[in-house]
Structures are given as structure tokens and as C-alpha cells.
């Protein structure tokens, strides 16, 4: 469907290059979808301590404005900073806006959409104080938005609930099914560096209390009685440092060190290699908007064990193996059933390999585009 508008700009302040899967999304599908529009001029609004022009090098058609606020910000900051500078987003001459963040003003212009990832300060995170200041901010803004983009089917029930009469569409994330590869000597070099030496299980996340890794902690020590030569690790940016300091006591307390790895300095490579050479990925989530590591693990043969929140569900079509995410006996029988069972992780694979097509970029541009033409 062809879009007769011209300029088409980010604002895209909230992203970095740590992994997530709001940066991954925005460096892969939107990189690719600026490529297929080369009549069409794009403007980026860079975070003040990032630069994105080496991930869109290829993109002869962007114009990057370094804004002035910083990506490791405080959100006081940034809000105090969006509205000092709010006429420095959006000029009056660009024909649709995409923003992905709060806060944001649009009071005139309507062709602005907005993505949303997640609701944690509405469905998680509910009685803190940026809860608060989140949900009043989260209403204000949204006030004049028409479109909305969510992340999956769960989100847009979530999101309908909150505003019932506005237009929300469906675009999942993606995953670069091309970009996985490795050999094996780069894989022995990883192993090696990690101190890897028995077989063990994987989770991936920001370490964050929604992300549940105390209950995961729990569930392993029940877990490692019955299977002694299985480690477990966890790699994961500190999000809260005090969930972080509650793992490594637990992990001390209960004599786990020697079978429980925390990393944080992982590059893109050495995660892929990590999911290919994992018995299970774990994820124990208590609350997602989607779960990029779920797509990762797919693509990567990795069989998965996962909470039975209603997004992973959906991202599996709850065809795979899933468990109580609250109660840590329970995550240890999933475990340790599909760790036993080879039919299991098999089936885990080939499903994953069929369902993770589902995903592409390919698939999701064609939904941003259709949706750009509509709304313009």
C-alpha cells in the first residue's frame, strides 16, 4: 500500500544498545523498514549519550538529531526535559510521528503513534510511587493519541481496558532468523571463559522483581537435589540492584555458587552461544508485554520451560510446557519433567523452529506499513 507522505519521524531518546526488546525491535524492524522506503525521509531523535548511526549505516535517508536528554536519565529528568523542550520533537513539517516512551505532548497534530511494550506500572509494579506518576502521565498523553501499536494480543486487552474507544493494533516483535551463527571453537572459547564445565539451564532478563529469578533460585535448589551435574545461569542487566543483592545472598546462603553463574557482561555472541548449547531456557516471568527470549530460543533450538502468563501462552499457542510462576516446587517438576524427557525437548525444537516463522520482520513491516498508510 503506498504512502503519498514524506517525512516520517522517531523519537527515539529511550532506546541503547543493551539488550531488550524494545532496542531490538526498534534496531531491526524499523531499520529494515526505513531501507524498503527510500523515497521517504525519516528523522531519529538520538538519546544525548547514544548514537544509533552505525546501526542504520546502510539507511541513506535519515536525518539524526541529537536531543538533550540522556538515555540513563532518571524519568523526572526526562519528563522535566520533554517538557522544557517540547517543541524540539516533532517539527510542524513531518507527516506522521512514532514515539515510543512516556511523556510525550501531542496537542494539535493527530498522526502520531504510539508503541507500547508493556503496562508493568498498571499491572505489576501497582502501589509504588512511579506507579503512580506513571499512570497519570501514562492518561495525559494518551488523551489525543488515535493509534496505538501493542506487542501482542494480551497487551491489547490490557490496553483496551485502560481506553476502550482508541484504534489498537497488533504487532508483534521479531527475531533476525538469519543473524544465529557460530562455530564451535568460538563456542568451546565461551565455555571456557565462563568456567562452564556441566550441562546446565538458561534464563535471560533484566534483573527485576517481575522477572521472578528468586523463585527460579528456589525451584533450582529443589531441582539440583535430584540433578547434580546441572547448573543454572542467569544472564541479566541489573535493573533493581536490590533484587540482584537478594539473589547473590540467596545463592550464598543455600550453598549455591558453585552451580549458579550470574552474567552480565555478555555480548550478542556470546548469548547466541549460550541459548545453542543450553539444555532448557527458562523463563519465569510474573508479567511481560511479550518475550523476545522466547523468539531467540526458538530460532536456536533451545527447548523452553515457561510461566503460564497468558502473553507466553499466546506466543506458544500453550502448546509447549509451562508452570506456576509463584510457587517454586511446581517450576521444579516442569524442570525436571522436560529435562528427563528427550521426546519432550525435541518436540520443544521442531515446534519452536515452525512457530518462530511467525515472527518475522518480514511479516511485522508489512503491518507498520499498512498501518502508516491508513493513518496518513
Do not use: W
Not at 39 to 52: K, L, R, T, V, W
Not at 67 to 77: A, E, G, Q, T
Not at 213 to 239: E, P, Q, R, T, W
Request: hydrophobic fraction near 40%.
Amino acid at each position: 500500500m503506498e504512502i503519498k507522505k514524506k517525512i516520517i519521524s522517531y523519537n527515539a531518546t529511550c532506546f541503547n544498545t543493551n539488550f531488550s526488546g524494545a532496542n531490538q525491535r526498534f534496531f531491526t524492524l524499523y531499520r529494515d523498514l526505513i531501507k524498503s522506503l527510500p523515497n521517504y525521509q525519516f528523522i531519529i531523535y538520538e538519546p544525548y549519550d547514544y548514537s544509533f548511526k552505525n546501526i542504520f549505516k546502510n539507511n541513506k535517508n535519515i536525518t539524526f538529531i541529537k536531543s538533550r536528554i540522556k538515555n540513563d536519565s532518571s524519568r523526572l529528568v526526562k519528563a522535566i526535559n520533554f517538557l522544557l523542550y517540547k517543541k524540539f520533537f516533532f517539527p510542524e513539517n513531518f507527516n506522521l510521528g512514532e514515539v515510543f516512551n512516556l511523556p510525550f505532548l501531542n496537542n494539535k497534530n493527530k498522526n502520531i503513534i504510539f508503541t507500547i511494550h508493556d503496562l508493568r506500572y498498571h499491572y505489576f509494579y501497582k502501589s509504588s510511587l512511579t506507579s503512580y506518576i506513571y499512570r497519570f502521565i501514562f492518561y495525559l498523553c494518551l488523551k489525543n493519541i488515535n493509534n496505538i501499536i501493542v506487542v501482542s494480543n494480551s497487551m491489547k486487552e490490557q490496553v483496551q481496558k485502560l481506553f476502550p474507544q482508541k484504534k489498537i493494533t497488533v504487532i508483534p516483535n521479531n527475531v533476525e532468523l538469519n543473524k544465529f551463527k557460530y562455530d564451535n571453537v568460538h563456542a568451546k572459547n565461551v565455555l571456557k571463559k565462563f568456567n562452564i564445565k556441566n550441562k546446565y539451564l538458561l534464563s535471560i532478563g533484566h534483573i527485576e522483581e517481575r522477572k521472578n529469578y528468586i523463585n527460579l533460585l528456589k525451584a533450582f535448589a529443589i531441582f539440583s537435589k535430584k540433578h547434580i551435574d546441572c547448573s543454572l545461569i542467569i544472564v541479566g542487566f541489573v535493573g533493581q540492584k536490590n533484587i540482584r543483592d537478594k539473589l547473590i545472598t540467596y545463592i550464598k546462603i543455600n550453598n549455591l555458587s558453585s552451580k549458579v553463574l550470574l552474567l552480565d557482561d555478555v555480548n550478542e555472541t556470546e548469548k547466541i552461544i549460550l541459548y545453542k548449547q543450553a539444555e532448557l531456557f527458562i523463563f519465569p516471568s510474573k508479567y511481560e508485554g511479550f518475550g523476545i527470549p522466547i523468539l531467540e530460543a526458538m530460532s536456536l533450538r533451545c527447548p523452553l520451560v515457561l510461566s503460564d502468563i497468558p502473553v507466553f501462552k499466546e506466543i506458544t499457542e500453550n502448546k509447549l510446557f509451562y508452570f506456576d510462576p509463584y510457587k517454586p516446587l511446581a517450576i521444579a517438576k516442569v524442570l525436571s519433567s522436560v529435562f528427563l524427557s528427550k521426546t519432550k525437548r525435541k518436540f520443544c525444537i521442531s515446534y519452536g523452529l515452525n512457530r518462530v516463522k511467525d515472527f518475522s520482520i518480514e511479516k511485522n513491516k508489512k503491518k507498520l506499513l499498512d498501518l502508516y498508510a491508513e493513518t496518513l
